[in-house]
């Protein structure tokens, strides 16, 4: 009852507006809809001579493109350096020596005792005990740790491309309802007008009409811009401009973070790795032992003289050496314990990370009921608006804050829809899981 007397109360302002002007006008505001925007449209009239356009690949899934970004990805080179270091570690793991070999070949000459003396020898360094097979498991440490680093990685861009396409349609629905409103509006003004040249409307009424379209265009602007940045921001991380058609994500069914997050095993296997060079320059102990064998020939001037040849053998083992590759081992130990650190400080972070994504996702569920009811009530009160209008009821003022309550609401529940599918792909990046 309160309501109509509301209405009443300016009844006596405003003449009244043909009917037919409202059908034209309020018939063409737009229906709500939850359904998803779409990426790429045919693009309205652009506010700004401005155009990052984007192409929907019905053949593109979410996987494909993560993939595609992959490879051009900028820490590609450092990954496959990576794996270039752990093959050279394995050769070396392989080789028979634990280092180079070495060949001398020497000739003196004592004139006094008219004496030739020439010499050759060959120095081959040994492994210690157990090194070659520390030197083997750091080879394969190191390997475990580069495909660690790659799958971690990988996942990093699935980050960077899920939010970066569900920005884009966010940023697109935003633009598509500033576009409608705008359109709206163009057309309200129009007709308040003609309406004005008649005289069956004050001149207020059309610069109040006039102020609203401005005020549209301006947002209508804003939200052009905000779409382009995110397109142009989408084409810098994938270095494509094509999206796929379809890319949601079914919400998995994981509560917590698991040890096999791609984030969790790769800082894992970089500590493994260098607790297993700890080791390696531990069997080096101080030194590395060598064996030499070498033959002296022994030659005087005089033909009487005898001609003498010996083979010789010797074993070189160092000791004493420790306090020499003590300092490299602390080196490696402050960089083992870094790691430690960061991974204590990782696994905190995968936990507010998963937290928030987990929250977000619960209160876009509730968020998304509350709209949608919000919307259906906002609709409601529209049309009872259009016929109180029609009937001189309320004026331009009023009509124009109810509307746009009205296209506020359809665009929350708008949004809402694709932010709870974007906070479901978030969620699955949250505790590690690739598309």
């Known amino acids: 009852m309160s309501f109509f007397i509301f209405f009443k109360k300016y009844s006596a302002k405003r003449r009244l507006w043909p009917v037919v002007f409202l059908s034209a006008f309020l018939g063409s505001l737009p229906a709500a809809s939850a359904d998803m925007p779409a990426l790429a449209t045919t693009t309205p009239p652009l506010a700004v001579d401005h155009l990052d356009p984007v192409i929907v690949d019905p053949t593109l899934s979410l996987s494909k493109v993560i993939n595609l970004t992959m490879e051009k990805y900028p820490d590609t080179a450092w990954l496959d350096s990576l794996e270039q270091e752990a093959a050279a570690i394995d050769q ?3 080789s028979w020596t634990a280092g180079a070999s070495q060949a001398s070949i020497g ?4 004139a006094s005792f008219r004496l030739n003396y020439a010499t050759a020898a060959v120095q081959v360094p040994l492994w210690n005990l157990g ?8 080879a394969n440490q190191a390997e475990s740790s580069a495909e660690a680093q790659a799958a971690d990685t990988k996942l990093r861009v699935a980050g960077l491309v899920r939010g ?3 920005d884009m349609a966010l940023m697109k629905l935003r633009y598509e309802q500033a576009k409608s409103e705008l359109d709206i509006y163009q057309q309200l003004l129009d007709t308040i007008k003609h309406r004005v040249e008649l005289g069956d409307l004050p001149r207020a009424d059309e610069l109040l009409a006039q102020t ?11 939200a052009e811009a905000e779409l382009m940045h995110s397109r142009k921001r989408y084409m810098s991380i994938t270095q494509t401009n094509k999206v796929p058609e379809n890319f949601e994500e079914n919400l ?14 790769a ?3 970089q500590i493994e790795r260098k607790q297993a060079e700890i080791n390696t320059l531990k069997a080096v102990g101080s030194g590395q032992t060598t064996v030499v064998a070498g033959i002296l020939s022994d030659e005087g001037i005089d033909q009487r003289s005898n001609k003498a040849e010996f083979f010789n053998v010797g074993v070189s083992v160092p000791f004493g050496g420790s306090d ?22 990782l696994v905190r972070d995968l936990e507010q990370a998963h937290h928030e994504a987990e929250h977000n996702l619960e209160v876009n569920q509730v968020e998304l009921g509350t709209a949608n009811e919000q919307k259906t009530v906002s609709e409601e009160l529209s049309t009872m608006t259009k016929m109180a209008f029609s009937l001189g009821e309320i004026d331009l003022m009023d009509l124009l804050k109810i509307q746009s309550r009205t296209q506020q609401a359809i665009l929350n529940a708008k949004e809402r829809a694709v932010m709870l599918q974007r906070d479901k792909a978030l969620y699955n990046q949250a505790v590690g899981i690739m598309p």
């Open 267 to 269: 800082i894992n296997s």
């Open 92 to 94: 070396r793991s392989q």
């Open 107 to 110: 000739y003196q000459s004592i």
């Open 164 to 166: 970066a396409l569900w």
């Open 252 to 265: 998995v069914a994981l509560k917590e973070i698991q040890q096999n997050h791609p984030s969790l095993v």
């Open 324 to 345: 020499h590759t003590a300092p490299q081992i602390a080196a490696v130990n402050v960089d083992l314990n870094r790691l430690v650190a960061d991974r204590e400080q």
């Open 212 to 222: 609203e379209l401005l005020q549209k265009r301006s947002a209508f602007t804003l």
């Open 131 to 138: 090194q070659r097979d520390a030197q083997h498991k750091l």
